[in-house]
């Protein structure tokens, strides 16, 4: 089992930035992807961003694209979503994830572990 812990959540007026963290911990022994979703009330969870074992590639949905940025420390076990310009539309519960299994990284069916989710307000 990996357990996946986020941090890094608030409120935060439109334009600010905040960064999110997720730390991965248990057996964590192989590659895996790790992935950032959100999930705002009434919709579904979407893909946010996404990044190679080696952290040499990236992933982001076309709505983040030039304002996050998903980065990876080098022992691998924990990956940050930097959020600058924030927008009321970004507010959601954002949800880090672990894919052993590969697939298409912009599917949630393709993630083996989740966290728990960590509530990003921005307002207006």
């Known amino acids: 089992q990996v357990q996946l812990v986020e941090s890094g959540g608030g409120l935060v007026q439109a334009g600010g930035s905040l960064r999110l963290s997720c730390a991965a911990s248990?057996?964590?022994?192989?590659?895996?992807?790790m992935g950032w979703f959100r999930q705002a009330p009434g919709k579904e969870r979407e893909f946010v961003a996404g990044i190679s074992w080696s952290g040499s590639t990236t992933y982001y949905a076309d709505s983040v694209k030039g304002r996050f940025a998903i980065s990876r420390d080098g022992a691998k076990t924990t990956a940050a979503l930097q959020m600058n310009s924030l927008k009321p539309e970004d507010t959601a519960v954002y949800y880090c994830?672990?894919?052993?299994?590969?697939?298409?990284?912009?599917?949630?069916?393709?993630?083996?572990?989740w966290g728990q989710g960590t509530q990003v307000t921005v307002s207006s």
């Open positions: 248990g057996r964590t022994l192989g590659t895996y992807v």
């Open positions: 994830a672990a894919s052993f299994s590969g697939g298409d990284y912009r599917r949630t069916a393709s993630y083996d572990y």
